[in-house]
């Protein structure tokens, strides 16, 4: 039987009553349980078309009560770097990966962008954003990157798209590298990216094909870092902090499909200069970008 995590639901006012399990278990396969009109129901964490089914219940899980401040952070830093170039947030046409009900696109509205189309592969996603954030997008398009229709194809050339933010959505068996690379290649070249990732994408023992896909990235001049910051994403349910890295970055080409291949079909590293890697962090895309 769950019991309440007394240090979660401390001080915290939601529209449902949520519950824990007292025991640990891995960030993908942690769950809860809310109580709606009376009757406990429970669903995983990552269960995302199920919460998203249920108005108000991923704002209260993920924003109120895992206190993830994601949206905010990444939205401020690209605001923030941008105040170094001449494009301001309403020159942005945001291509919003892993979109869900729409609360990324939210908070680029209110920091100027007014140009979002949002992608997200559940249409779950679709219909909770029109239903709980109907202004926030010009287009949202429920589909699988990997696998588009030509109408879906068209509609996202046509939308001239010029910078590619993607939030909570990386990782954790969500996104995979090919669709991530079929989005980024929608954006044009020089665009903008601003992501949130899990710390351990930017280590060299990160073996995953997301990790080297982002390190072979920067290391090949596909992405210029502009800011790097780690911060607190959202607390566990031990309540303990979960850092991811968000990061705004240059997009300067298109990924090739070659690179998409290597890193499909190999475990190996793939660019020769993830040996230049110290400690597991990338240092040379850094100096390089700040010179
Ligand atoms: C944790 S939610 C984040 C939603 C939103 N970005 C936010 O920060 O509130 C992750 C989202 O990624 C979406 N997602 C997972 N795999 C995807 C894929 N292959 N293509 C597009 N979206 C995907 C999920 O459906 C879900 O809506």
Known sequence: MPIDNADLAQDIETQYPIRFPKEQFEQNEEWFEYEDAGSWKRLKIHDYAEIFKVPGLYEDLVYTTLRC?????????????????????????????????????????????????????????????????????????????????????????????????????????????????????????????????????????????FSRLIRAMMSDGILEVQSQFRYCHRVSLAGEKLFYVGLIARKLRDIPEALLEEIENSSQPVSPSDKSKKNGLITDTLKRSSS
Request: charged residues 25%.
């Open 69 to 209: 401040t994601s949206p905010t952070r990444i939205t401020r830093m690209l605001d923030q770097v941008l105040e170094d170039w001449p494009d301001e947030p309403s020159d942005l046409r945001v291509l919003d990966l892993g979109a869900g009900n729409g609360i990324v696109a939210e908070e680029l509205r209110n920091r100027g962008v007014e140009h979002i189309v949002g992608v997200d592969l559940l249409p779950e996603a679709a219909l909770a954003a029109e239903r709980d954030r109907p202004d926030v997008y010009e287009q949202y398009l429920a589909t699988d990157l990997c696998n588009m229709s030509e109408s879906d194809r068209t509609r996202l050339q046509n939308a001239n798209l010029n910078c590619l933010c993607t939030v909570a959505a990386l990782g954790f068996g969500d996104i995979p590298p090919r669709a991530f690379a079929v989005a980024l290649n929608q954006i044009s070249s020089p665009g903008w990216v601003a992501m949130a990732i899990k710390d351990s994408f930017l280590s060299a023992d990160d073996g995953s094909g």
